[in-house]
């Protein structure tokens, strides 16, 4: 499944940068670049060829395992990458943990509480985390723990540290999806049968809720978690630009601007690939979570 | 592309704010750390045309020649040097400057970087003069020059033509290592994150040797947080704040705030080819319309000068222009071209400086009666679309060495019509004091 996607993806992306207005050899030369020069650059880099030819040179490099080099930087894209990935998965990972520690035990007393005085807050507080833009959060939680507090860097990916602040950032977007779809999915499992009859054997309530319900209102709840952690690893701009944190989003964002098309067509790929990693992975978290998806394998 | 020469006149004289404020908090003296606004391209010096990568070659290489802190040229490796004929230049070099890897910088090492320049796609230009390049001896290369050449040795002063050892430069470490002599040697590059450079101990120039035991140049794309990083201390050089945060960072009695004029100036360009601009008075008119001082003020806040000449104030050859802010001769100017007061002028721009810039004309011209539109682009579909010939009036900017030539040649010679100026103007006397 995933080469077909790949196959599409890399085909698209190629034809719209393509497309786009600017001329990659002209950017690269500048201002000052004269007709012939322009001219003569884009002859070496091969941007004289039809696309369709282009795009076939591209594909025979990449199932050699080359994505080719950066216009911009005359940097193998795949070395390139590889130093960026690493920023933007231990960031993905803090802030989709940073969400779940604040999301499902919102999720799941609002639930429990449901119409209480925590559970209207708790959905507030979610709704305003997926509201505020991640800049604007970014600089505020800047103002505050670095240039007030002095507790945090305000950017950079140099310490530990610096990764406390982003990972909130981002984690505080995620909140809302994650927490809403807790609850939701909680409601429905503490209203089922099993759920009164745990209660009937004598548990006590907090059993029930973690051991019996939890567990099985998660399957809605894992698979927000996937998207919002496949997506985190597509890189977040906004958020690496005020944190200046050197991740793949920036990279991407940076290269499209550049017309940089072996950049930008490897940053998709590897966006690509982790997403649909991301959602095997979750596939198969179902199977532990559940053992009934186990047994219909 | 369009090769024929108008004459025609115009220029609106234009903006320019250029103001460089590198903003400095205390230090630890052994490492400084100055904030960059974007990641440098590359470590090779013929490699890079950005301000930025430029920052760091200039520190890890050397050039014949190099400016002083006045701005002038002075010797940089340069022990003597001669001009026997108006074409012919013989320099000779300084014995015992060293590469970081600790051989002898000779003149084989200059021919070879002067060449390795001229064939650079992307700083080419800068030796583009250069006929050619010849060793007389171990320490000794001699240049000739197409025409008798009077700025030459500005040009020498260039990051692109940093001189490099040529065993390194033909090695296979595709400059991931990168040996220059300079005052700081390479130690790191990590991408969109930071630059780290050490002192040179065996630096050839003891008075001009490295104060800080190390160098570390940060990515910070976006203003407010580079500014923010001044103040909690994480860097200590902020290379252009923000003309918003000047204010903020002036109050700050940690900070200290430099201020100078540049040499860069911002132009609004009209295709002397194309209607309405093929009309001196039209472009006269336009001039007249623009409140300049307004756009220094909105465009700025405050923080630049207006550029009433095409050569910055701040170099030889300045003189103020004729055109103050008057609507009133603007209107009877169109009037006398017979303008269509009915047509919609497309307002080119890229950029968020430059879109200040263009409200503020937009609404200069409504003021005359003029009907324009602001058209944003991105920056290489903007390159792209002001080489075209298709461009009516449009914002760009252009930056100078001290010598006025590297202003005028590149904007005015025969080989600036379509790129890089894009006006497509060109005055015989203009042409007659250019070199192309």
Redesign the interface.
Known sequence: MLLPVLLGVTFLVFSIISL?????A??????????E?VA??RT?MGLDEPLIVQYGKYLGNLVRGDMGISY????PVVE?IL??FPNTLTLAFFSILVSILISIPIGVISAVKQYSSFDNLGMIFALIGISMPS?WLG?IL??VF??TL?WF??????QLRSIVLPALTLGVASTASIARTTRSSMLEVIRQDYIRTAKAKGLGNTMVILKHALRNALIPTLTVIGLEFGELLGGAILTE????W??IG??MV?SI???DTPMVLGCIIVFSVAFSVVNLLIDILYTFIDPRIKSTY | ?KRKILHAALILAVIAMAMVAPVFAGTDPATITVALPS?I??LDPM?H??IYSEKVSLLVFNRLFKFDTSFKVVPDVVASWKQPSAKEWLFTIKKGVKFHDGSEMTSADVKFSMDRSRES??V??VLSEVESVAVVDKYTVKVTTKVAFAPFLFTLAHAGVSIVPQKYASSADKWKNPIGSGPYQFVQW?????IVLKKNPNYYDKAGMAQASSLVF?????A??RT??L??G?VDVVLSLDSNDVKRATADSRLKVYQKPSTDIQYIGMNAEKAPFDNIKVRQAFNYAIDKDAVVLVALNGYGEVASSIIPSTIFGHKDGPYSYDPKKAQALLKEAKFDFKQVIKLWASGDTRKKIAEVVQANLSEIGVNAEIEM?????????T?SGTQGIFL?G?GSNPDPDSMLT?LFSK?SI???AGWNWIRPSARRSTMT
């Open positions: 786009t207005p600017g001329d990659v002209t950017m690269i030369l500048g201002q000052g670049a004269t007709q020069s003569e650059l070496e911009a930087t005359k940097k390139e130093s960026r800049f600089l800047i103002i670095s240039l002095g860097p305000s950017g950079g990916a140099d630009t005020v944190f200046s050197p991740g920036r990279l940076e601007q550049r017309k | 592309m990641d391209v590359s490699d045309n950005d796609a992307k080419k230009h990590v991408s969109g994150d930071k940060k990515v910070i794309p976006e407010t947080s923010i990083a103040e909690t994480e682009f991105e920056w290489g579909a903007y390159l792209q679309a080489n760009l252009w590149p080989g379509g790129a890089p």
